[in-house]
């Protein structure tokens, strides 16, 4: 990760000059993401047998760029991050192993606040773009579909689903960086970038009911965007 943001600083650097990005520009953005969890005990050891696969969802909403000169501005915005991952354990019980199976789903409201460097014109209106930053996250919706055996909630049946809210923490943050290019046209801006999203707290909130587990939410966004 350090290497990538050093390869990525050193591009632009190299390439910075002027060109219209000062000022303010608002826009659209849709982007499918692929979101995967981290999932560790209160020391951050793995857990034995656990497995975790990644599932695909949506974020969309409102995006702001603001240049404090051609090269340099910031990037911020409204979107509306729908996140989701799968996890399923073998669990021996006195008489039987279940498999106990979970896909889980959270709905986020984000704001983000980073850096934004754009590189000089390399022809036809594209320019290379780098984000780097944080990102704050609104948790308000949650979703737990359960079968074989409920490990993460408190309460609930055997193939069922669980959507308290209660069972993760309001409000999150994340380490987000990626390359993007804008493309300029005479009706408006067009933007197309991979934006790496790295959670930095834990999302988890059921140790007062003992899962003292660190569930970290990561993704990676493929961001569709146009500007006014």
Do not use: C, W
Not at 63 to 80: K, R, V
Not at 108 to 124: F, K, T, Y
């Amino acid at each position: 990760m350090r290497t990538y943001i050093l390869l990525l600083s050193l591009l632009l650097s190299t390439s910075l000059s002027l060109h219209a990005q000062e000022g303010i520009k608002i826009g659209l953005r849709l982007s499918p993401i692929s979101s995967f969890a981290n999932i560790t005990d209160e020391e951050g050891n793995q857990f034995l047998g656990l497995n975790r696969s990644g599932k695909a969802g949506f974020s969309y909403g409102l995006s702001a760029n603001y240049g404090f000169t051609d090269n340099y501005g910031i990037y911020t915005g409204i979107h509306i991050v729908n996140k989701r991952f799968e996890r399923n354990q073998d669990i021996s019980l006195v008489n039987e192993t279940v498999n106990a199976s979970q896909v889980v789903r959270v709905s986020s409201i984000e704001i983000p606040a980073a850096i934004r460097l754009r590189s000089n014109d390399l022809g036809n209106g594209l320019n290379i773009v780098g984000i780097f930053g944080l990102a704050f996250e609104f948790n308000t919706g949650y979703k737990n579909e359960f079968s074989g055996l409920n490990t993460i909630d408190p309460v609930g049946d055997a193939n069922g689903v669980n959507r308290n809210s209660d069972n993760i923490r309001r409000l999150t943050t994340s380490f987000i960086f990626g390359p993007a290019v804008d493309y300029e046209t005479d009706f408006g801006m067009f933007n197309v970038g991979i934006i790496y999203h790295q959670m930095l707290s834990n999302i988890n909130k059921l140790d007062s009911y003992g899962n003292s587990e660190t569930i970290k939410i990561h993704y990676i966004a493929f961001d569709l965007g146009y500007f006014f």
